[in-house]
T-cell receptor, first 116, second 122 residues
Framework: AQKVTQAQTEISVVEKEDVTLDCVYE???????LFWYKQPPSGELVFLIR??????QNEISGRYSWNFQKSTSSFNFTITASQVVDSAVYFC?????????????FGQGTRLTINP | DTEVTQTPKHLVMGMTNKKSLKCEQH?????MYWYKQKAKKPPELMFV???????INESVPSRFSPECPNSSLLNLHLHALQPEDSALYLC???????????FGAGVPYEQYFGPGTRLTVT
């Protein structure tokens, strides 16, 4: 069975602070993909990153960075120098790479509020 | 154009009404999806269409009826809904269903989401 846990339901920080969103997953599959999506108040889910289970290199994209640690089954997301526009709900998701697996298994989401 | 559009943005309907949600994409994607998202919950997959054929139905009640008239359009017909069906309905599309490189290999196609239709059933 697959499961994604985002233990932080809500986080509130002041602008320019760094913030890390935690994601822990469970799967018995050896090959899988992990995703992060952003859902701003407008509603649409915005794809942020996709990472496969064999690539443990950390990734940085501007103010965003991701730390994938297979040993602890975690795929954490850090926003550096947060901005008000980063306020959104963030979902971590898992998808095994096996035949017939179509569904993204989402975590419950973390609501991030950046205060000016 | 990487946009998925959905109409209407908001819909209020009674339990005896019949209404339809519409989704459109012009990215040449051949897979389209309906998700349901309750407040403070993640999206739940409802249906997947691949090449205009229904590929996945996640045991959705028959009061929800999807339709894919062509490769750019996806409808969700609603009839005799219940108040608990009130939710945000998200449409998504992807280049293909499954993985680039075939099942069991390759990279999952990323899904592009529309802004959703917020449905209230009274």
């Amino acid at each position: 069975a697959q499961k994604v846990t985002q233990a932080q339901t809500e986080i509130s920080v002041v602008e320019k602070e760094d913030v890390t969103l935690d994601c822990v997953y469970e799967t018995r599959d050896t090959t899988y993909y992990l995703f992060w999506y952003k859902q701003p108040p407008s509603g649409e889910l915005v794809f942020l990153i996709r990472r496969n289970s064999f690539d443990e290199q950390n990734e940085i994209s501007g103010r965003y960075s991701w730390n994938f640690q297979k040993s602890t089954s975690s795929f954490n997301f850090t926003i550096t120098a947060s901005q008000v526009v980063d306020s959104a709900v963030y979902f971590c998701a898992l998808r095994p790479l096996i035949q017939g697996a179509q569904k993204l298994v989402f975590g419950q989401g973390t609501r991030l509020t950046i205060n000016p | 154009d990487t946009e998925v559009t959905q109409t209407p943005k908001h819909l209020v309907m009674g339990m005896t009404n019949k209404k339809s949600l519409k989704c459109e994409q012009h990215m040449g994607h051949r897979a389209m999806y309906w998700y349901k998202q309750k407040a403070k919950k993640p999206p739940e997959l409802m249906f997947v269409y691949s090449y205009e054929k229904l590929s996945i139905n996640e045991s959705v009640p028959s009061r929800f009826s999807p339709e894919c008239p062509n490769s750019s359009l996806l409808n969700l017909h609603l009839h005799a809904l219940q108040p608990e069906d009130s939710a945000l309905y998200l449409c998504a599309s992807s280049q293909g269903q499954g993985n680039r490189g075939g099942f069991g290999a390759g990279v999952p196609y990323e899904q592009y989401f529309g802004p959703g239709t917020r449905l209230t059933v009274t």
